[in-house]
């Protein structure tokens, strides 16, 4: 499957942006969908996964209740929604595929991944 990643930009504090991963290849029913993100200086960490049955999610404790993961399958895309945003925020967000299940949160853990896309979160 191949992953491109898009939606980002520059937002202000408490501002929203919607991130999306289109796929190409596979369907992404086929796999749990997760969301990376790297600040400058720092490793690439675990935001959010949706299993491939679409039916659970698992969230990084600081983006729960602000984040949400989500598909469209018939556009063979995964989005994040980020709501209520913080500066600590600003990353390059990753998407992500695996044939493991939505407690896999370690980069190795996923086998495919698209390019990044910046979020900056601003006063």
């Known amino acids: 499957v191949q992953l491109q990643a898009s939606g980002g930009g520059l937002v202000q504090i408490g501002g929203s942006l919607r991130l999306s991963c289109a796929a190409s290849?596979?369907?992404?029913?086929?796999?749990?969908m997760g969301w990376f993100r790297q600040a400058p200086g720092q490793e690439r960490v675990f935001v959010a996964a949706?299993?491939?049955?679409?039916?659970?999610?698992y969230y990084e404790n600081s983006v729960k209740g602000r984040f949400t993961i989500s598909r469209d399958t018939a556009k063979n895309t995964v989005y994040l929604q980020m709501n209520s945003l913080k500066p600590e925020d600003t990353a390059v967000y990753y998407c992500?595929?695996?044939?493991?299940?939505?407690?896999?949160?370690?980069?190795?853990?996923?086998?495919?991944w698209g390019q990044g896309t910046q979020v900056t979160v601003s006063s």
């Open positions: 290849g596979r369907p992404v029913s086929r796999y749990t």
């Open positions: 949706l299993s491939s049955s679409g039916a659970d999610t």
């Open positions: 992500a595929a695996t044939g493991g299940g939505v407690r896999v949160t370690w980069q190795s853990g996923y086998g495919y």
